[in-house]
């Protein structure tokens, strides 16, 4: 699969999580499989641009190409500026976040409040392809079906998006009052899928080798877009891939593979954010590795009182140890 003139090493994505698709978990699912990665949403809000916060999310330092971005806001002009400044830090792709159901996103009518307003819709689509422009940057949507389960507008937009230019769409099969609750609606994808000649990115309750060949083959997207299952499960992208192309199932990584992997990962996410954020971070990291494995909660409720990034990293390496 291609977006614009990036060839993409397969088509399992890594979705756009706040506070967890960051530097240090972006490398991670891609060195596990994930073809495609996009970072967390920035903020279009130049006063923004140059917190500790919103620079930690621009560092795409020793990142694979094609380096995605998303921003976020309810300014067309401000979103332009956006994508030039994510561009001049090293993006590759600009995303366009109107998929998010946040309270604190949506209360200030961006991310999926976005929806209730087309025409805002298309200004700020056409001012941030036309930023893009000149640096030859493609950009991309991510959306949900709708506002609500009445209000349905996907494929209008998807096809606004096509006209204007963007070179792919993602969509969450849910509504933006959906947030999480319910099923994903593949039918509305299928529809999307349908009515535009773009890619379109299907996303929702993907959670299995399985699922993402289901998701393929009823939407005929060209992608599917890996989530909340990802979290804790680095594995899920090389497992699906692996699916996909042999029809045979990878065995789920043992607890030693999970160990290494997981302790890996706690020295990035430490030297990434350092060892007092890095611990308060971690922690959530840390659970969602563990949560299916027995005798795992007395490890979490240590690794939650731990202030001390050595301390809780020997904590972690010595339940394992116990374990395997």
């Not at 020793?62 to 976020?72: C, F, H, S």
């Not at 929806?115 to 950009?139: H, R, S, T, W």
């Not at 692996?242 to 030297?271: D, M």
Request: hydrophobic letters at 40%; one cysteine or more; a neutral charge.
């Amino acid at each position: 699969m291609k977006i614009g003139q990036y060839e993409l090493d397969n088509n399992i994505f890594v979705a756009p999580m706040a506070g967890v698709t960051d530097r240090p978990f972006r490398l991670l699912c891609r060195k596990l499989g994930a073809g495609y990665a996009v970072s967390e949403m920035a903020a279009s809000n130049p006063l923004l641009w140059e917190t500790v916060k919103t620079a930690r999310r621009l560092n795409h330092d020793g990142e694979k190409a094609p380096i995605a971005v998303q921003i976020v806001g309810a300014n067309p002009d401000m979103m332009a500026q956006s994508a030039v400044f994510n561009i001049q830090k090293g993006a590759q792709i600009i995303d366009i976040n109107m998929g998010c159901p946040a309270k604190k996103v949506c209360h200030v009518a961006s991310g999926s409040a976005l929806m209730k307003d087309e025409k805002l819709v298309a200004d700020i689509l056409q001012a941030v392809f036309e930023a893009c422009q000149p640096y030859d940057v493609p950009v991309t949507l991510k959306i949900r079906t709708g506002w609500d389960r009445a209000n349905k507008n996907v494929v209008t937009i998807a096809k606004m998006a096509e006209e204007i230019g963007l070179s792919a769409i993602a969509v969450h099969g849910r509504t933006r009052a959906d947030k999480y609750e319910g099923e994903a609606e593949y039918d509305t994808i299928a529809q999307v899928v349908s009515e535009v000649s773009i890619p379109v990115i299907a996303n929702g309750d993907i959670d299995s080798p399985e699922k993402a060949k289901y998701v393929l083959d009823y939407t005929q997207a060209a992608a599917v877009m890996i989530g909340r299952a990802a979290q804790g499960n680095p594995w899920i992208f090389q497992q699906i891939d692996y699916f996909l192309k042999t029809g045979q199932q990878l065995s789920f990584p043992s607890n030693q593979e999970i160990a290494t992997v997981l302790l890996e990962h706690l020295e990035e996410h430490y030297t990434f954010y350092g060892s007092v954020l890095g611990v308060k971070t971690a922690r959530k990291h840390i659970a969602w590795y563990v949560q299916s494995l027995k005798n795992s909660e007395s490890l979490k409720q240590k690794v939650n009182r731990s202030e001390n990034a050595s301390e809780q990293y020997r904590l972690v390496k010595e339940w394992f140890d116990r374990e395997m």
